[in-house]
Each structure stands twice: as structure tokens, then as C-alpha cells.
């Protein structure tokens, strides 16, 4: 049972516009929400995350958006550049607990 | 180095053999996490060590499979008599301990492939 969903398999997107991505879940105990950046060969690399007590993080071109009445949360990166192509991952937890849930992963290609 | 470090970073393997991976976490972290990720799939958790206490063994997928970490720090995961559906990346993470958040750091994972 996929408790964090990316429904978006692939993202292809221009050099300089903004590139979103989509996160859903399911579990309403979730109260902490990553972004995790992979390139091919190496693993996850931490991006971003949010605390269920905000609805917005920004850290330079990236911003996490949370609606937890929706339990939809979504990354944008703007401008996008081409070495943001990657494969992104959603993690959820709560906090205290053992584990991250990991989402498929959305592929992004940014177009140069 | 400053980050996880995994070994072996690729492992070809016949079916029914054993294989051993390891990990060497992050140094001062005390929580170390065993993740897969097969082809096509999100990561799957495995197992979860923090310092002394019993391990989290909740996501191991069978009783071929088995987790040790010894003195706190390395960790060595096993796959026994493998099977081809045990073909996937196996990645390592740690965290320091944190009362807040769960960020984790990931290794490069073991590319496991079973033939």
C-alpha cells in the first residue's frame, strides 16, 4: 500500500521556467515532508523539507508547498536549470518513527 | 569521507548464493536505515538501527534477509540463497539522532543484480 504517491512518472521542462512537482499521501499522521534530488548512478541527496506546522519552505529556486486538508504537497523550482534534471523523490514520516515513506519519484528533464 | 560509504558498489551474484553488503555511516550519526530500491519502484524500507536499542526490522521482506550493526557503526546487511527478485539498489542511510525531522543521508548504494 503506497502511502506517498507521484503520480507524474516524468517531467520535461524549459530552461528558465518553473518546474512543479506532485506529491500526494495518504496517512494524516504524517507531520514531516522531504524532497530528495537522485542523479544516475548515486544515491538520494536530501533538497528540501517542511514541517506539517508550515505550508510554505522556500531555500533559494526551490519552494515546498504543504496542504494537509489536500495531504498534497508540491516542489517548485524556479528558474528551472538543466542540472536539475534528476529523478525527485517525496518522503514523508512522523516524526519519533523509524521510517520514510518514499514516493516512485517523478523524472525531470530540463530542456535546455 | 564525509559521507555514507557503501561496499560493494556493484555485485553480480548467481542465485542461491549469500551476499554481505556494507555500510559505514556518517561519523557521530547514530541512526543508520537499510533501503531497496528495485527497478521501477519508490525505495522500500529494510531495517533501522539507533544506537542501542532492538533494530526495526519491520520492512525486511523475508527470513533470507538479515541486518547487523556492530559497535554503533558499521552495518553489514545479508541476502541469504538470493533470488532474482532481490535484484536491486541497495541504499544506506544515516541520521543523527534528532528529536525533530527525520532527514536522512544517503549513501551511493550496492547495485545488487542476481543471475
Not at chain 2, 37 to 56: K, R, T, V
Not at chain 2, 89 to 101: I, T
Amino acid at each position: 500500500d503506497q502511502q506517498v504517491k507521484q503520480n507524474s512518472p516524468s517531467l520535461s521542462v524549459q530552461e528558465g521556467r518553473i518546474s512543479i512537482l506532485n506529491c500526494d499521501y495518504t496517512n494524516s499522521m504524517f507531520d514531516y515532508f522531504l524532497w530528495y534530488k537522485k542523479y544516475p548512478a548515486e544515491g538520494p541527496t536530501f533538497l528540501i523539507s517542511i514541517s506539517s506546522i508550515k505550508d510554505k519552505n522556500e531555500d533559494g529556486r526551490f519552494t515546498v508547498f504543504l496542504n494537509k486538508s489536500a495531504k498534497h504537497l508540491s516542489l517548485h523550482i524556479v528558474p528551472s536549470q538543466p542540472g536539475d534534471s534528476a529523478v525527485y523523490f517525496c518522503a514523508a514520516s512522523i516524526t519519533g518513527a523509524n521510517n520514510l515513506f518514499f514516493g516512485t519519484g517523478t523524472r525531470l528533464t530540463v530542456i535546455p | 569521507g564525509a559521507g555514507v560509504s557503501q561496499s560493494p558498489s556493484n555485485k553480480v551474484t548467481e542465485k542461491g548464493k549469500d551476499v554481505e553488503l556494507r555500510c559505514d555511516p556518517i561519523s557521530g550519526h547514530t541512526a543508520l536505515y537499510w533501503y531497496r530500491q528495485s527497478l521501477g519502484q519508490g525505495l522500500e524500507f529494510l531495517i533501522y538501527f539507533q544506537g542501542n536499542s532492538a533494530p526495526d526490522k519491520s520492512g525486511l521482506p523475508s527470513d533470507r534477509f538479515s541486518a547487523e550493526r556492530t559497535g554503533g557503526s558499521v552495518s553489514t546487511l545479508t541476502i541469504q540463497r538470493t533470488q532474482q527478485e532481490d535484484s536491486a539498489v541497495y541504499l544506506c542511510a544515516s541520521s543523527p539522532l534528532s528529536g525533530v525531522g527525520n532527514t536522512i543521508y544517503f549513501g551511493e548504494g550496492s547495485w545488487l543484480t542476481v543471475v
